[in-house]
């Protein structure tokens, strides 16, 4: 695995960095094993979230290369696998349909995925995906959504625009945290789309993490934690500006900005915003040292209830093999002592095991001959799902572990 180690800020050039939190050595979180290299240890990497003093971005400045996570293995995160996703999204593209559209516009979707969102557009727009996740990408193409498996660059939107002409709505959802080069980025957008198309962005939201101790985002994926701030800043650079944002429930909070190249009006929910960014000083040291206090405190008092449980005779399995769902395990030094297995709704992920650990994950028909006492929940986001799906199981005496802020058992 080739690690790049940044001497400077994804976002302003800075060189000087705090250390928000380290949380040690991790394996990566996607790199599931296969049945016949269980014999193999399996790499781990450090994992240290930093804070750019000059511009407040929150990241990682040694990260692994993007090549590796998506391109030389296969990736077996398919969204359209994920619950409730496809009515999350579909919602999300009739606000983008209705805002900003006419019949025939170009829609570019940027780490489209296997096309979950594109798919309710393309009966009326012109729409193109690029992913360089080749696998996923065969789903995609497989919908009838044209779809180039590579990075998004400068280069590539050149070749697009040629092509295609410049774009109405370019859309990047839970894929600009897993950028390196920003400016890259940003060069692309600029150059395809159109003097009055709109940029979509979703991503990490550094405001909902610290508000809910949430750390299950860290990994090493996420290249960097953002708030409304560092993007106001870094897009002055390049003639753009935020108009509209909304922190959405995925991820458990998600930051989703709409940013244009003309003087659109500020939103009142981007100034509620904005205000609520300030006076919670969000971009302050102040704020990652809480930050880092109460990330180790939560992950202490997991280990301690799980440690008691197992100690009373419980059995504990986890529901949901995750990104997030390890982060969390790992940071409270959980591993095949006291999770039995994994449940998992993707087949994609299913008769494989965990990096590490090597903790099986099997479906939950297979769970059903060995159901445990309690199931630790490592998709958060998905907790009011799977807890109304397992009503029968929670009737028969079957309890979750949610295992974020207070930790509650249901």
């Given amino acids: 695995m080739r690690i790049i180690n940044n001497k400077t800020c994804r976002m302003c050039d800075g060189t000087d960095f705090s250390v928000v939190v380290d949380l040690g050595h991790h394996p990566l979180v996607n790199s599931l094993v296969n049945i016949a290299d269980l014999g193999k240890k399996d790499p781990v990497f450090p994992l240290v979230v930093k804070r750019c003093t ?45 805002r900003f559209l006419q019949k025939d516009d170009l829609v570019v979707e940027i780490g489209s995925n296997d096309g979950i969102l594109l798919n309710y557009l393309k009966d009326d727009f012109r729409v193109l995906g690029v992913d360089p996740a080749t696998n996923v990408v065969l789903r995609s193409l497989k919908r009838g959504i044209p779809t180039v498996p590579l990075f998004f660059t400068e280069n590539l939107a050149k070749k697009i625009g040629k092509e295609w002409g410049t774009a109405k709505v370019i859309i990047g959802n839970n894929c600009i945290a897993h950028l390196n080069d920003l400016r890259d980025l940003m060069r692309g957008v600029k150059l395809l789309l159109s003097p009055d ?25 996420h ?12 897009l002055e650079e390049y003639g753009m500006r935020v108009f509209d944002t909304v922190v959405t429930p995925a991820q458990g909070g998600s930051l989703r900005m709409f940013i244009c190249n003309d003087q659109r009006t500020k939103t009142s929910r981007l100034m509620v915003l904005e205000e609520e960014e300030q006076d919670t000083r969000l971009n302050t040291k102040d704020t990652c040292l809480q930050y880092k206090e109460n990330v180790f405190s939560v992950a202490n008092k997991l280990r301690t209830i799980l440690e008691g449980l197992k100690k009373h005779g419980k059995t504990i399995a986890g529901y949901g093999a995750a990104a997030k769902g390890f982060t969390i395990l790992k940071c409270s030094n959980i591993g095949s002592e006291i999770i039995d297995y994994f449940v998992d709704d993707s087949p994609a992920k299913q008769g494989w095991y965990t990096p590490v650990d090597h903790i099986p994950i099997i479906s939950r028909e297979q769970a059903e001959k060995r159901l445990t006492d309690y199931f630790i929940i490592l998709a958060p986001n998905y907790a009011d799902l799977i807890m109304e799906k397992e009503l029968e199981y929670r009737k028969r005496g079957g309890k979750f572990v949610l295992p974020i802020g207070d930790i509650e058992i249901f």
């Fill in 54 to 98: 000059k511009c407040k971005l929150i990241q990682l400045t040694d990260i692994i290369d993007a090549e590796e996570i998506y391109k030389n293995v296969d990736y077996l995160y398919f969204a359209s696998d994920m619950p409730g996703l496809d009515n999350y999204f579909g919602i999300y593209a009739d606000e983008i349909k209705n």
């Fill in 197 to 221: 198309g709109i940029f979509v962005i979703e991503c990490n939201y550094w405001g909902a993490m610290v508000k809910n101790t949430n750390y299950s985002l860290i990994y090493h994926d």
């Fill in 223 to 234: 290249y960097s934690y953002f708030s409304v701030k560092v993007w106001q800043q870094f």
